[in-house]
């Protein structure tokens, strides 16, 4: 087959789903021209700077269905904040993260939010931006298309992006005339509440969020592009990768049947690896802390020399009231469409 029809059709495996992925790039034989157009857009994350890929340089300091304990103890977080690893977030650039329409700019959040509507019924909320945003609502944006930058903010929460994906614009529990919770926003109002109470009977992906990360690396790794029919894209070593060294594993999991003796790969900045297959957690997973993340890549390490590595790490910097971790940060990003 036409190698570069590869990396679209295995997108069209990655439509989102609740139950977890994997997809092989060499188990995939067939692709149509129709498949094609339907699955070509890019996706990548939400901030970045020139130059390098997007996410590099930044970590997920709150993950998704955690317990935000600065903000709002007791409340799962609906999104992900995230932070510049160095310095002050402030002014970092925030991208879409694939091709869509602009449907909401506004509110005082405090900031700007921005929403971006996506095929598939998938919606994309940039919240805390700066007040001069670089788009208006009904503009087409493309993928790794800049909306604006990180607020600085004048209250004492550290500036940062929340960013969330989720299946709705509106939904009447969550932004309707009656909300079940209005945290902040009121009635009727597309950003939403930000947090969703613990006690609540629905959890987060019940009512319509899904984990950003897992559904934006499991369509990255699908829609790269690629010269050898057995891969589906590259990934590289982020600038500062969370370990110096990680273990090849024979499957995606932490525990130790996965590991076949004992290879370490040594994480070199900016190096960059074919990827065989890629392993993402359920895009609507149950869990509620930074365990409940999975993304993996089977790299080709070496000619010869296959198999798995954490890409996102869940990390203790920060943690709930019951001490599970509540942080994420990468050693592997997608390598396609740098800002
Ligand atoms: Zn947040």
């Known amino acids: 087959m036409h190698s570069r029809l590869l990396g679209w059709f295995v997108a069209l495996a990655l439509i989102t789903g609740s139950a977890a992925a994997t997809v092989q790039g060499a188990a995939l034989t067939q692709a149509t ?43 799962w977080h609906t999104g992900e904040d ?79 992006l929340h960013f969330e994906l989720r299946t709705f614009l509106t939904t009447r529990i969550v932004n309707g005339s009656r909300p079940r919770y209005g945290f902040r926003c009121g009635r009727n109002c597309p950003p939403g509440p930000g947090y969703w109470p613990i006690r609540a009977p629905e959890l987060l992906t019940a009512l319509g969020w899904l984990n950003p990360t897992h559904v934006i690396a499991g369509k990255a790794a699908g829609t ?44 070199q900045a900016g190096q960059k690896f074919p990827v065989l297959a890629v392993h993402v957690g359920a895009t609507a997973p149950s869990g509620t802390s930074a365990e409940a993340y999975e ?10 020399n296959a198999g798995w590595v954490q890409a996102a790490v869940p990390g203790t910097q920060e943690t709930g009231r ?13 390598a396609a469409g740098q800002p």
Do not use: C
């Open 33 to 75: 021209p129709a498949a094609n157009q339907e699955a070509r857009s890019q996706w990548n994350y939400p901030i970045g700077r020139r130059g390098r890929p997007f996410g590099d340089g930044f970590w997920v300091r709150h993950g998704f269905a955690v317990e935000n304990t600065w903000f709002n103890p007791g409340y």
């Open 82 to 160: 995230w932070y510049a690893l160095k310095g002050d977030t402030a002014g970092a650039n925030v991208y879409a993260v694939s091709d869509g329409t602009v449907v909401y700019a506004g509110a005082n959040y405090p900031g700007r939010v921005v929403i971006v509507e996506h095929a598939e019924a998938l919606f994309s909320m940039y919240g805390h931006l700066d007040p001069r945003l670089a788009v208006k609502v009904g503009q087409r944006v493309a993928a790794g298309e800049q909306l604006g930058t990180v607020l600085k903010r004048g209250d004492k929460i550290p500036n940062h």
């Open 224 to 267: 790269a592009q690629s010269r050898r029919a057995t891969t589906i894209g590259h990934v590289v070593v982020a600038t500062e990768p969370v370990n110096a060294t990680v273990t090849v594993r024979q499957a995606p999991a932490t525990n130790a049947a996965a590991v076949r003796g004992k290879r370490r790969l040594q994480l």
């Open 295 to 304: 993304v993996w890549y089977k790299l080709q390490v070496a000619p010869g």
């Open 322 to 334: 019951d001490g599970r971790g509540s942080s994420v940060r990468f050693n592997f990003l997608p």
